[in-house]
């Protein structure tokens, strides 16, 4: 929870960029500044961040949430204040419908780390047959004469190419090629309208071979959020408007509705000490987060025009929640 005013909350690669990534100049204006009623469009806001970072930009923006199943989050966005659209990331055409018009598109769609039901097609199905099928479907001949740990790699790395290819939600598909289809997909719908870009990506992106992040990027998450991150500068820089990646760390506290991840699994917490908000650019602190300190802070980037072309790392630390003013002159600060 953040102090009074603030969001409280309710009961790898060879991948073709957008036409803007691959123009050799960049339009020569500024993106402008966000304006209330224009339109932002928040995807991934059936998630337990997308949905409050959708709720609480409702405030000030005409805001639609994108989502592959927007039944899940109707009872708890306003139908009033805020549009939903359903889209997938591999339907360029939803895709591009849902974001006819965005001045603002906020990227708060993930995956988990390691296989998990969030890997399947659906969201709501196992994905372990599958895992264990392509582990135990190597190619005999190229890893003839392999020690085990070697042998081990190489079926781990064939697993997932596979299930990369069989289009399942893995990290490569949801941070990067994903990532790769909203830029285009918004390209396509918005063309010069568009204004600001907010990512939510990850600690450790940039420290991937540093401990503990090696384990986490088993399956490469951080490698693919990394290509995502390239692939948004890349666009802003061509097409001229403004992003921000805001890296938080491990996410806790509610909502808990998608229980893919150990926060919301065991409805994980920060005690009323740890409400402090601690950020600074780059990639340089180890902590959490909580889900409402990230909704706040992005929708505080939104409407204070701060941290423009940047990124930055969020973490709770001991401490009481920051005012709105407090918090806007951090960002300023950035």
Not at 37 to 44: F, L, Q, R, S
Not at 65 to 88: H, M, W, Y
Not at 152 to 173: C, E, F, H, I, V
Request: a negative charge.
């Amino acid at each position: 929870m953040i102090a009074a005013g603030l969001l409280v909350l309710p009961t790898a690669t060879g991948l073709v960029l957008p036409t803007a990534a691959r123009r050799r100049a960049a339009p020569q204006c500024m993106a402008a500044s966000l304006e209330p009623g224009d339109k932002v469009a928040v995807i991934g806001a059936s998630g337990n961040v997308g949905k409050l970072v959708t709720l609480r930009l409702s405030d000030s923006f005409k805001v639609t949430g994108i989502s592959r199943n927007p039944s899940r989050v109707r009872d708890f966005l306003p139908a009033d204040k805020v549009e939903l659209c359903q889209a997938d990331l591999d339907d360029p055409a939803a895709l591009e419908a849902a974001l006819s018009g965005a001045a603002a598109c906020v990227i708060c769609t993930g995956t988990t780390a390691f296989p998990t039901q969030a890997w399947s097609k659906s969201g709501e199905e196992g994905v372990r047959t599958a895992v264990i099928k392509a582990l135990f479907e190597g190619d005999e001949a190229l890893e003839e004469g392999l020690n085990p740990l070697d042998l081990l790699k190489s079926r781990w790395q064939a697993m997932l190419r596979k299930l990369d290819g069989q289009g399942y939600n893995t990290p490569r598909n949801v941070d990067e090629k994903g990532t790769l289809a909203i830029l285009k997909a918004w390209e396509a719908a918005a063309g010069e309208q568009r204004k600001r870009l907010i990512m939510l990506s990850s600690i450790g992106v940039q420290r991937r071979t540093q401990m503990p992040f090696p384990v986490l990027n088993a399956c490469g998450v951080l490698d693919a959020k990394a290509a995502g991150e390239e692939a948004i500068r890349a666009d802003a820089a061509a097409a001229g408007y403004s992003y921000t990646i805001v890296r938080p760390g491990q996410l806790f506290g509610g909502p808990y509705d998608n229980n893919y991840y150990l926060g919301t699994l065991f409805q994980l917490d920060k005690d009323t000490e740890t409400q402090g908000v601690k950020m600074e650019r780059g990639d340089t602190l180890l902590g959490d987060t909580l889900r409402s300190t990230l909704a706040e802070v992005t929708a505080q980037l939104m409407e204070s025009g701060a941290a423009l072309d940047l990124d930055f790392v969020v973490v709770n630390e001991k401490g009481e929640p920051p005012s709105v003013e407090g918090l806007r002159q951090t960002l300023a600060s950035l």
